[in-house]
């Protein structure tokens, strides 16, 4: 599927801005699932700072906000060619090692669900049993278990909104809250199982039509022979031409396209708008 993909979001302000800085990932890069062609990312209103590739190989820019003007956009646009390969990204590539996606992080420590859907995966090929999870976790939960990152928002809110641009703002940026809370709870438990697994964003084609997008989350486990898989606990299924990957990390906040922080207590309104055109 070829597409042509334009993703904007815009920040307003009601006075100056004493300071920000934010970090901004959103450039997808070329890989077994997708080929990226032209594709840029500007900035009005802010100041470019640094250029740099992460260490989980997202390209990343650091922009500061000082003063006027009360308005900051970032556009990223480009045209991506993508392909259905069952969700198979292939061997494992970058800096940080296999290992370090094994380790837990404050958003995906396990607590009891987590650690119930686990044990409740049976004893079957790899493969088979990362989809036996993908479908547990997608199955209607009455008692489902707040994210550590969940807990942590709910008992200090005040923190979480100084660590975000917009905190009431943030998921239609990054991911739908599904997504994030499948994602992760789905990570956690593919790291019990005794998987490397990381968390993706990026966006996904609503209902098949090349003219609808939305930001998504999802997760990619690592399997023995095959490498990188992709599971979208969400849908139920493995990734396939209608997903389009941008950024990857341990979890969420790894893999936030963009965050940042803001001195100063000035009332911000954001607009996201994303399009899409085959």
């Not at 380790?103 to 090929?125: I, K, S, Y």
């Amino acid at each position: 599927m070829k597409l042509k993909i334009t993703h904007r979001t815009e920040y307003r302000y009601d006075q100056p801005i004493a300071y920000a800085l934010q970090r901004i990932r959103l450039l997808p890069t070329s890989g077994a699932m997708q080929k990226v062609g032209a594709w840029s990312v500007t900035v009005d209103g802010a100041r470019e700072e640094a250029r740099f590739t992460d260490h989980f190989g997202n390209d990343t820019r650091l922009i500061s906000v000082e003063g006027e003007p009360r308005t900051i956009a970032i556009e990223a646009a480009g045209e991506i060619e993508t392909y259905n390969k069952a969700g198979v990204i292939g061997i494992h590539r970058g800096f940080a090692p296999l290992w370090l996606f094994m380790r837990e992080t404050e958003l995906t420590m396990p607590g009891d669900r987590t650690r119930a859907l686990a044990a409740a995966v049976g004893e079957a090929a790899d493969i088979a049993r990362l989809h036996q999870l993908m479908a547990l976790i997608g199955e209607p939960s009455p008692a489902a278990e707040p994210s550590a990152g969940q807990s942590q928002e709910q008992g200090n809110g005040a923190s979480q909104s100084q660590l975000q641009m917009s905190s009431a703002g943030q998921a239609p940026v990054h991911s739908s809250s599904a997504g994030r809370d499948h994602a992760e709870t789905f990570i956690a438990a593919a790291r019990l199982l005794g998987f490397p697994a990381r968390y993706v964003s990026g966006y996904l084609v609503l209902d098949g039509a090349a003219d609808k997008a939305a930001s998504h989350a999802w997760a990619e486990a690592h399997v023995d022979g095959l490498g990188w898989v992709g599971f979208d606990a969400v849908n139920n299924m493995c990734p396939d031409e209608t997903y389009v990957r941008v950024t990857i990390g341990r979890d969420h906040h790894d893999a936030m396209p963009v965050s940042g922080i803001r001195l100063g207590q000035p009332e911000e309104r954001l607009a996201v708008s994303i399009t899409v055109e085959q």
